[in-house]
């Protein structure tokens, strides 16, 4: 009689570590962070620059690109350079005018709100605009 139990008790803890494992193993895979898929396809991008004189420029991009620093690159006409760093790429001139001192920058937005990131690494869809102003302190 002990040995049916022993037996019984056996295969109730093989069932239930077989379901359990099933449960967790299911749920690991439901749960799993998806791939990021990374955008490959046309952008039509708008660029509007105003330089230091007030003076505005508007350019028309389309590229497969996924950064702001691509369309900038891909712009017929438009001329950027940057300073790399490791936080990231900024721009430093526009256009060939050049920053002369530490309270002129270059802001950028994307549809109007300002960046958090660097243009290397802003992220551009289809239809954005991005601005770029020379700006002082």
Request: aromatic share 8%; charged share 25%; with cysteine.
């Amino acid at each position: 009689m002990k040995k049916k139990i022993i037996i019984s008790v056996i295969i109730v803890l093989l069932v239930a570590i077989a379901v359990l494992g099933g449960y967790f193993y299911m749920n690991s895979i439901t749960n799993k962070p998806s791939k990021k898929v990374e955008d490959n396809s046309e952008k039509s991008i708008t660029i509007v620059v105003t330089n230091s004189k007030m003076e505005t420029q508007t350019y028309n991009v389309v590229t497969k690109n996924r950064f702001i620093k691509d369309a900038l690159d891909e712009a017929a006409g438009l001329k950027v350079e940057y300073i790399e760093s490791e936080d990231g790429a900024t721009i430093s001139s526009v256009n060939g005018e050049v920053l002369d001192n530490k309270q002129q920058f270059w802001t950028f937005t994307l549809n109007d709100d300002f960046c958090q990131k660097t243009v290397d690494k802003q992220e551009i869809k289809d239809g954005d605009k991005i601005a770029i102003y020379f700006s002082t302190m």
